[in-house]
């Protein structure tokens, strides 16, 4: 299938590597898409990226000279914040043994076999290089406990974080010079970023959440393109550290004007939902941390439903998002989730091609209204 601009940038967001706390680079793409098509941007004390767009009430015209200018006219009670989080799964160094391979252990919540051996990237201070996260041979006895255990036809334990290292081929000074040490972040190689045609869909690693940031940036180029202005102030905010608790999404909820946080997510699709990666875009009713807002859902069902799309109503478990984490703890009165309906999440992840597109006008949508 022919690719288009968007597909482009959704491709070089999932060839960008940004683990939990390490979140620049994507956010520096970020930046150079949102800064055009909003009136303010900055980053905050968090790291999240914040794209501010005004109200339909306030004072000017929508037009160049005005863009940048644009100051929030609605007091602190209001104002909808947008969130798609920055950050991917990884892994993180625990310690360089002495032949010069790495423990690792998770940043974020996976095992080894979500994203398979193979190919790593070290993220070092000096130097970025590629490694091999490996388990070791399989030809091999109860001499070899490690790798035993594991294997389908004798322990058939699952493949965890204690049965895989890191070869780098460099010895400790080499790594040293690298600057690898303990807590250096480890990503799946680009080599396995691409994403792959699969009839009417596309898959990758990291659609969580490179899909929902692109489609965050297209309803920001959406108003922009089409003049519109949302009803209460905009705060579109690509957030930090949701893998490993939600905190950029926190901080966010907690400093910025507004009273709703609303997540753009990766959504399950399993029998036990009742979801379908076929199916129109997910919208979350409660998950494992929060009930959301039953209005908000019903709002995002009927905007969905009147562009044609088929939404899907879910009560989600063993799921979390930057916004039930905020309501959660306080930090946000309203919450409310839009998910992608994804296959295979936290794991190589296939979305509909026009997933992105209808997430985004959803997004547009809900902001005039």
Excluded at 217 to 246: H, M, Q
Excluded at 266 to 295: F, M, Q, R
Excluded at 304 to 314: H, K, N, S, V, Y
Aim: net charge negative.
């Amino acid at each position: 299938m022919t690719r288009n601009d968007g597909d482009d940038l959704l491709q070089e967001l999932l060839w960008t590597y940004g683990p939990c706390g390490q979140e620049d680079v994507v956010r520096a793409i970020c930046a150079r898409e949102l800064e055009p098509v909003v009136d303010d941007m900055w980053i905050d004390d968090a790291g999240n990226l914040i794209g501010f767009v005004g109200a339909a009430t306030g004072s000017g015209t929508d037009t160049e000279q005005n863009r940048h200018r644009w100051t929030p006219t609605t007091g602190p009670g209001t104002g909808t914040r947008v969130l798609a989080h920055l950050d991917e799964l990884s892994m993180l160094v625990k310690r360089i043994e002495p032949d010069g391979s790495l423990r690792v252990t998770q940043l974020g919540v996976m095992y080894p076999g979500n994203f398979g051996l193979g190919p790593v990237a070290v993220l070092g201070d000096n130097e970025t290089f590629t490694a091999v996260l490996t388990h070791g041979s399989e030809h091999t006895t109860k001499e070899s406990p490690r790798i035993w255990e594991t294997k389908p036809d004798q322990g058939d334990r699952a493949l965890d974080w204690q049965h895989v290292y890191v070869f780098t081929g460099r010895n400790q000074e080499q790594l040293e010079a690298a600057g690898v040490h303990a807590g250096t972040r480890v990503c799946v190689d680009r080599s396995k970023r691409t994403l792959v045609d699969v009839g009417d869909y596309i898959g990758c690693y990291f659609l969580d959440d490179r899909a929902a940031v692109t489609a965050l940036l297209r309803a920001a180029r959406l108003l922009r393109d089409r003049g519109l202005r949302p009803a209460v102030d905009a705060y579109l905010v690509f957030t930090t550290n949701e893998e490993i608790g939600g905190i950029g999404g926190c901080y966010a909820s907690a400093t910025l004007p507004g009273t709703l946080t609303l997540a753009l997510e990766v959504g399950p699709t399993e029998e036990e939902y009742e979801t379908s990666v076929c199916g129109g875009p997910i919208v979350g009713y409660s998950d494992a941390l929060c009930v959301y807002d039953k209005d908000i859902a019903d709002r995002l069902m009927r905007t969905a439903a009147d562009r044609g799309l088929t939404p899907q109503a879910a009560v989600l478990g063993a799921f979390e998002s930057d916004a039930s984490r905020a309501k959660a703890g306080g930090l946000t009165p309203r919450a409310g989730l839009l998910c992608l309906p994804t296959l295979s999440t936290h794991g190589f992840e296939v979305i509909t091609r026009g997933a992105i597109d209808a997430m985004a006008a959803i997004v547009a949508d809900f902001l005039v209204a």
